[in-house]
């Protein structure tokens, strides 16, 4: 049955556009508790110094220009810091929509993504081991788009290793992000992996978690639209998106791209 809107009846392509919406608000919400820890890191250190240069006026003391030019400058470069951080997630939720594309680096997507989120799991004792290889050419994609994807299947990992400590609390909280570089058909591409120690996922319904709306989470864990927009995103770069899982032991999530060349399309 269709959704109503008041008294209005919201048509399915717009409730599905609303949907994928909140789950992309989602997806913030879930950077917002490391966005504060890399927000507030850079603010401690404003006000560190800034209490430091009151005081020196506040007793008299003699400070030479090169140690207060320093001090300054100290303050505009963390507070620069801040701004980048703001900048990013500004355009990441204005951009990821974006039909644009533009040589991407991979690992500085990964990257990217981990400082956004990379302190709420450390909050939550989960750790990341990161192995970006160091030479991998750039993908034709959207950067903010890709994010997303690096995002999804990281939160993905984060909530099968919670749900597995649920009932095992020895269980290993640990993720790996990697990528690696390969060769299909004498082209080059980009691989990149997100792989977890947690709950695994069902043989029979592993086909199905790349359909909207479908989720193995509870009702206050996702909306089931996450890996089927990220496998939108990467199918619309030229590449694949696979899951390979096993109750109990884990899942890998495994994303592939070919590397960007002159005048060749995805």
């Not at 909530?159 to 990528?179: G, I």
Request: proline share 7%; glycine share 10%.
């Amino acid at each position: 049955m269709p959704a109503m809107d008041g008294k209005r009846e919201i048509p399915t392509d717009e409730r599905r556009l609303l949907q994928l919406r909140s789950d992309r608000l989602r997806s913030l919400g879930e950077m917002a508790a490391g966005i504060a820890h890399e927000l507030n890191q850079p603010l401690v250190g404003v006000r560190g110094i800034a209490e430091h240069l009151l005081i020196a006026l506040e007793r008299g003391w003699a400070l030479p220009p090169e140690k207060l030019k320093q001090k300054l400058g100290q303050i505009v470069e963390q507070a620069e810091r801040m701004s980048h951080i703001v900048d990013h997630v500004r355009r990441f939720s204005r951009e990821a929509d974006s039909a644009e594309v533009s040589p991407t680096s991979v690992n500085s997507v990964v990257e990217a993504a981990l400082a956004l989120i990379g302190q709420q799991l450390r909050a939550r004792g989960i750790r990341v081991a990161t192995r970006l290889h160091p030479e991998l050419g750039p993908v034709l994609a959207n950067p903010f788009s890709l994010e997303e994807v690096v995002l999804n299947l990281i939160v993905n990992a984060r909530d099968a290793l919670e749900e597995r400590a649920e009932h095992e609390p020895e269980a290993p909280l640990e993720l790996t992000v990697d990528t690696s570089g390969g060769d299909v058909d004498g082209r080059p591409w980009v691989e990149l992996r997100v792989a977890d120690r947690g709950c695994g996922i069902p043989a029979a319904v592993l086909d199905r978690v790349f359909e909207p709306f479908y989720t193995t989470k509870g009702p206050d864990r996702g909306t089931g639209l996450g890996l089927a927009i990220s496998r939108s995103i990467v199918e619309q770069a030229g590449g694949t998106l696979t899951l390979a899982s096993e109750p109990g032991q884990g899942t890998t999530a495994l994303v592939r791209l070919p590397v960007a060349l002159a005048g060749v399309q995805p």
